[in-house]
C-alpha cells in the first residue's frame, strides 16, 4: 500500500515519540533536552503540515482520518506524562487534559456511529496551540523565577482551555447524545 505524504507524515510523528521520550531522559548526552526539544517541535510541524498538504491536495484519507487526532493524542500525552513523572506539571492538569481526550474521543466514535463528522472547533485549536507552546516552555525550563511563572500561565490556560473546548464541542454537537429508539430489547 502506498501512503500519501499526510499519512506518512503523520507516521513520522508517531516514530518521532520514542527518540523525543529517549532524548528526554538521557542525560548523558550533551543538549538531551534540546534535542527531545527539537524532535518535539519537529512532531507538531508534521501535525499542522500533513491536514494542510491533505486538505489543500483533496488527499485526505480514512487512514488519515484515524491515524491524525490518535498520533496527537499520543505525543501530547506522552510529553505530558513525561513533564507530571519529573515534577514540571501539576498531575491535576494531566487530568484535566487527557480526561478531556477520552470524552472527546468517545463523543467522536458516538457521533461516527451515527454518521455524523465533527470537526475540529476554533477552541480545539486555540486549546492546541497553547498546549504546544505550554509544552516548549516546560521542555525549555530556564531556571528563572519569571519563566517558571510563563510556565505556569501555559499550563493553566491550557487546562481553562481544555475545559472551554470540551464544554464547546458537547454544546454544539449534544445531538449526538440524544437517544434513538431501539427495536431491540436487549440495548439498553
Aim: glycine share 4%; aromatic share 14%; with cysteine.
Amino acid at each position: 500500500m502506498k501512503m500519501n505524504l499526510p499519512n506518512q507524515l503523520t507516521l513520522l510523528r508517531i516514530l518521532l515519540i520514542p527518540f523525543f521520550v529517549f532524548f528526554y531522559y538521557f542525560d548523558k548526552i550533551a543538549w538531551h533536552g534540546y534535542i527531545a526539544l527539537f524532535i518535539y517541535v519537529v512532531a507538531c510541524l508534521t501535525d499542522m503540515a500533513d491536514g494542510k498538504i491533505a486538505r489543500r491536495y483533496n488527499m485526505v484519507t480514512t487512514f488519515g482520518k484515524f491515524m491524525d487526532p490518535l498520533a496527537d493524542k499520543i505525543l501530547v500525552t506522552t510529553a505530558l506524562i513525561l513533564f507530571t513523572a519529573s515534577r514540571r506539571l501539576d498531575a491535576v492538569a494531566l487530568i484535566i487534559i487527557v480526561a478531556r481526550e477520552f470524552i472527546i474521543s468517545g463523543f467522536r466514535l458516538v457521533a461516527s456511529d451515527k454518521g455524523i463528522v465533527i470537526a475540529a472547533s476554533m477552541w480545539g485549536k486555540v486549546k492546541t496551540t497553547v498546549q504546544m507552546f505550554m509544552a516548549i516552555a516546560l521542555l525549555l525550563h530556564f531556571e528563572y523565577q519569571w519563566f517558571y511563572v510563563i510556565e505556569q500561565i501555559l499550563i493553566w490556560a491550557s487546562v481553562a482551555l481544555t475545559i472551554i473546548s470540551l464544554a464547546d464541542y458537547i454544546y454544539k454537537n449534544r445531538a449526538v447524545l440524544k437517544e434513538e429508539q431501539s427495536t431491540d430489547k436487549s440495548t439498553r
